[in-house]
Structures are given as C-alpha cells and as structure tokens.
C-alpha cells in the first residue's frame, strides 16, 4: 500500500538537514568541521537554575502531571517580570501561559487561531516555523520582505491591501530577528499596532532574542506600544537568554482572547512542562537577571571575532545589534552558485557548517547564516579556514 499524507508533502524535508549530513559525513570520515549552523545554543544553563530542578525532582509531589498553562507561580513570575523589564502590566490568571518552547507555543497558537484559507502575514526570510506553523494550519502565505530593513518592511505591509472580508487574520512579527538581524525600535511596533488596529489582524511577535542585544541597543517589547494588548500577544523563550535551550521552556503574553484560545487547545494537546523545570524557571526569571549579561558578552565577543575574521577573508559583513546571528551576503564570485551550493562548499574546502539562506525562504537566497554557538577560538580557527578557502 502506498499512502498518500497530503500535509507531510506540503513540509519539505529541511533544507538543513542536507547541509547536516554532509557534516556528519565529513566527520565520520575525520574531518573536524566547526558548525555554525544551528542557533543551537553551547552554554550552560547558569547553577541556581540546574541546582533548583535537581532539588525540585527530588519531591515525589513534582512527579505528576503538571498544569498545561503552567504553574501559577511562574506565571505570577513573568507578569513580575514583565513589570520590572518594561513596565508592562499583566494579569498572570488570564495574559500569560507557559509553553513548550517558544516554538511549541508559537505552531499550537497559530494552529488555535486560524481556519484553513485564512490568510497570515510573514517576513521572508524567516525562522522556518513562522511560515510552516501557517502552512500546517492550512493557510495561505503572505509573504513580507524583510531584508531591505523596518522601514521598507513597514511600507510594503501599508501597501499590502485586502477587501475588506479578505483581511489577513494574523501578522508575524520577530525581533531581534532571526536570521537577517533586524532589528526595530518602538515607533515601528507603534505603527504596526495601529495598523493591525484598523485592517482588523491580530499581532504575534516572537522575541525570542530579546535579550541577545549589543553595543547599547535595547530590543523593545510590542506590548509597551498603549493598546497593544488589544491586538497583539508576544512569545518569549528561555532557551537563549538563559541557555535552557534542552528545557523547553517559553511563554506567551498580551491579549487574553488570545491566551484563552491557545489555553484551550493546549490542554487538548499536552499535560504541561515536567514540575520541577517550571519551578527552575522561575528561578531563572526571579534571581538571574544578573547573569544575562555574562552571557550576552560571551555572544558578543564571538560576534566581532566572526566579523573580525570575515573581514580579514575580504569578506566584509555588517555586525549585527542583535541576535545569536551573522546573516552574510554571499561573495559576489561564489553568488551564482546559490547558498546551499556555497554552504557545502564551505563543509567541503573550509571544515564550516554554516545555515544556506535559502533555508529560511526565497529571500534568504544569496545569504548565509552564522550562529555563534562555538568558543572565540574555534570561531577564529574557522575563519582561518574561511580565508584560505576563499583567497585560494
Ligand atoms: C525566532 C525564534 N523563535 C523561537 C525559537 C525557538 O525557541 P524555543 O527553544 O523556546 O522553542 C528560535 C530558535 O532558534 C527562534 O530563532
């Protein structure tokens, strides 16, 4: 019997995973490859949060199934949280839920949004989940430019028009963003929100990167925009800011319609987050204000070695504000062979995995993704051979 799933075949086989295997074969075959490829973070998760789950594990009473919004208290614990980093009041009972993961929470909530048909905005180029989670709710893909920068952005969402029965019912919005690095400053949320507003489309903004910020700059919050919360939920993760990325540890804030729809879907869907992670979580958002910092310099340091060293390979590429990222432009003797193309030859003449922008939608072609998820050292070791390959 040969089955037909009609959904699998609109999910292409990630264009990452061709750049992966040719990794793993290199490996096998002795070569050390240096992966900047996955924004698959390196780090440790600080003590006072691995020190927290092992004592929370310890208590039978965290063994059963745990509340799929999550627990009160750390609920209670990013309402605090939001009040304290940008003022912003909310209601942990009804504007805010735990998820698996930002990337959990973001496909179940689009997924509790939607009908098949309805049409939802998204950047391109983009984290792939911002337009498959569309994809899988059976939507229809309106794709938004990103790489010429917010302002561009901003003017083609004015531009893009619908009769009015035909609104797109979501925008997808992500800053820091990954993977082109853009970044925003709050008059852009301002202006977004009004529209959204007016055309009558909900708000999902994913900040995932929200703390991986530099040289000065500080990533807003959408729902520090006045009336935000009345079109708009933001998502956040734990995975980045705080190296949890294993945990699987996120949330979703802002409109409580919003919040009650994915609430309800999600205790179709899951039991919640094991007990003692969500109490270690609260740690992290309670006591490590301080270590944020620590390891944003550790990101920033790699992020001017990478620069550094590309530049010293004649290939000169903007530092980014924000994110865990460097988005490259192609060399321009390499551009017509395309970003898998160049990524594999990357593996192949350089001993570096790096993300093919094509990956991430047909704007991120001509682009490379770096993820600065290897020590200065291995980052300098790998622009050595960058250079090498590149001046051969
Ligand atoms: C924009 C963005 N959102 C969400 C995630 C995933 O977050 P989480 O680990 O909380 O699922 C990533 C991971 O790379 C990301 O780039």
Redesign the pocket.
Known sequence: MNYRFPLIEKLPPYVFAVINHLKMEARRSGEDIIDLGM?NPDLATPDPIVEKLIEASRNARNHRYSASRGIPNLRQEISRWYERRYNVNLDPEHETIVTI????G?SHLVLALVEPGDKVIVPDPS?PIHSFAATIAGCELIKLPIDNGPEEMMEELRNLEFPKSEQPKILVL?FPH?PTTVCVEKSFFEEAVALAKERGYLIIH?M??ADLVFDGYKAPSILEVPGAKEVAVEMY???KSYSM?GW?V?FCVGNKQVIAALTRLKSYLDYGIFQPIQIASIIALRDCDHIVPEIVEVYRKRRDVLIKGLASAGWSVPSPKGTMFVWAAIPEQFKKMGSLEFAKNLITNAGVAVSPGIGFGHRGEGFVRFALVENEQRISQAMRGIKSFLND
Request: net charge neutral; proline share 0%; no cysteine.
């Open positions: 924004g993961g930002a990337k959990e973001f984290y992500s990954n994913d995932a990167y993760s734990l995975s990325a699987r996120g």
